[in-house]
């Protein structure tokens, strides 16, 4: 059987955590429910990809900001929508401020914009988030995880902002070479002209929007059943809805479909002539091939005013890659005049074991010790060989070059450049009582087996060749 | 006045907070207390300070790792001493595990070194940690602050991975070039010896301990007085502990007079034994110039069993901006056979004010808005330049050009190229009709106000040319 690379890391980390539990003592040494600690070639590998993204960012003009990991909980309330206000973890009270972890980076970056007396700024920001999910590896949901967002904070014209925004979203999963996806987009009003059209009462949409968010992740069958038993919405008008949100397609067709129906004529008619800007914008930007018109699409948060979008990956079974929108209000909500705002996370911790896989396939190695060069020594009676050890070691470290030391002085060569060997270093300096009279070393390489003499005071000029190569 | 740019950063935050309290509303836009938000510049600033750090650790073969911000509470209990322990912040009780935010990076490493089985690691740790100071931004002391960890885990042989780390801590402050700075070494078992020197009972260590790790921010006046007023110290103890504990100074001088004084030559005569040849391996390795050896220092958290350390930097108020030491048992606590670990802790946000001085005074320009390049256009009643602009970002940004959008699509020229200027943006591509029948464009640089034509075809390769001068 073959296994998708998120399963076999949750199979990975199920076996880590039974062997976690030692017989002798009560209190299981791991990390928190839904967190992941980083191995070093993972954090390397996390790295990369958020160099990819963040390049992305920075070649739209973005700069980076950093915000607390809490904020104020008032700060956070009420923005989240039924679902994620819950979700939202706090701090225990011990006197002071009422504190909570932030659930994303798009209100601390509105409270942020209102801080600084900020008109315009576009940034971004890489940072951990918090939510009390129930964690699954597999669908990549966890409690603690990393985001990527950009966002832009000011006045512009109509979905200019918005389509540079998808097209940047494109150019990032096109760059990280994850496979085919699908950047879905959509109109917060036209969600709203849809749970009016299907006659469902104006009170309701939050908490309908809420049921329809879920989308992503459960079928129709089971949204409905929720929408009838917990939201109050009739079979008929469900029936209606169902009809309405299954609709997608390509960005055109969909556009030319709904005009034709004349199914927004009424009402949202205004969100569909955005819509149908946003992809003239994005066809001439060239950022359309990946964007699908999908009117299921909700998202949880209650501060989206406009365009909204989501990016999944075709043939995967994880939630969504990207996701954010415009929000043209929440600023409004820190202070007297509202600021307009667009913007994306992307969601590392998703692509993560994809990317991870592909490392892997690469071929690639990953040493756990960096370092390029060890200095081994040849013991001596007459010579203290630490001190001239250490000479060397200074000279090296003093260059900037990778080098470690094997923290046992009394191993004899074999033992020294077997360690060298197991720790994956690829040279070695040998000293003896000769080379220091001579003021030479001998460089060998560890893996070719050939060695050289090199005077001293070339030293650093040929072992910067050497790791230049 | 001169003010030093600690107590400029603390005027600023003071009127930014002042201005922070709009009158209409109860609830203050703010980030919380202890905290700070980073500017663009400001994020900047400490990621080519971080990348300092860091390239000393990897010079060492140190690897990177994460782990979660917060950790299961036991984990943390008992680790800190009794001023540390107090200091934690607890997240509430919503159901599910009992968390406490990280208040070090050390504990996690130990945890980490436990959970994952590992016998030798040399890692680095970059990440931020918790604790429910008495906020003092002249003093450097915030709520959430940023560390740099470096740690070994493994067999050593006595001292020498201790020397190899003071020598990359004074490489690492030598490089940053915050001006001179020393690093304060002494021995744990030392402090054991002199408070029972002392006369003061065995139980009372730990206690004491945490009294004497205050004289890094009180004076000893003070310190006595809490020793005897509130840890039952007696007046004749203290005055005994008094005279030991002011002994510092150069390290040789230091071991000759503790040597001459025959203080330690009942208790803790090893522990001397091994500052004399952690001093003796300094030397051999260039790292002893800036090391001062201090009896007063105590680091508060109770998990050091050998080697402590702290930097200071002279003629500044601000507290250690590194701090560390040997840990042999630490990682014990969490598994049978305990692991010995050596390690420092750089405190970025410390030396953040000065590296901000010094990065203003270099005259350096920083743009809130990184963009190169701008493309302006001339308004057509036959073409439709927004199709033509959109058509050159693509051209740009499929290049990795950095070019930002000015999202005004009927602004005029004059008004673009004012838009660009306001932004700082170096260059604007301008077309207008010609350009576009021609294939060409107007390049024009908006510091020099110097135009050339350019071939459409040549674009990416003139531009490209531009950036990197």
Redesign the interface.
Known sequence: MDLKPEQIEEQRIEE?QKE?Q?Q?KQ???????G??????Q???I??QAIKIIT?IF???????????????R??LMGKYGEVGGKLI??????G??I?S?RYDLTVPFA??I????YKR???YHVG?V?R?ENPSISYGRFR?FFQCDFD?A????PM??DA?LI?MVD?IFTKLDLGPFHIKVSHRKLLDAMINIAGIPKTQFKTVCSSIDKLNRQSWKEVKQELIEQKGVTEEQAEKLSQLVQLKGEPYQMIQQLKEQKLFEQQGQEALDEMELLFN?LK????LKNVIFDLSLARGADYYTGLIQETELLGRQVGPISGGGRYDNLVGT???NSIPCVGAAIGIDRIFPIIEEKFKNSGKVFR????DFIVATIPSHNIDM??E???I??LL??N??????C????WNLGKQLSYANE?Q?PYAIIIGEDEVKQEIVQLKDLISKKEEIVNLKDLIKVIKQKVEN
Do not use: C
């Open positions: 880590q976690q030692p002798e209190l299981i040494i791991k990390n928190p429910k967190t992941r600690d980083f191995l070093p993972q954090v390397l996390r790295k390049d920075e070649q739209h003009g973005a700069v980076e900001i950093d915000t607390p990991v809490f904020e104020l008032e700060i973890y706090d701090l225990q009270d011990q002071g401020e504190l972890l409270r942020y209102a801080t600084h007396g700024l576009k940034r951990k918090y009390r603690e832009f000011g006045e512009n014209d200019v902002a540079e097209r150019q914008l001439q930007m060239n950022g820190f202070q007297k756990e010790n960096q370092s630490t001190a050890k250490f000479k070691y200074d470290w003093s900037g070059i990778k080098a470690d030391v923290y046992r002085l009394h720790q270093i």
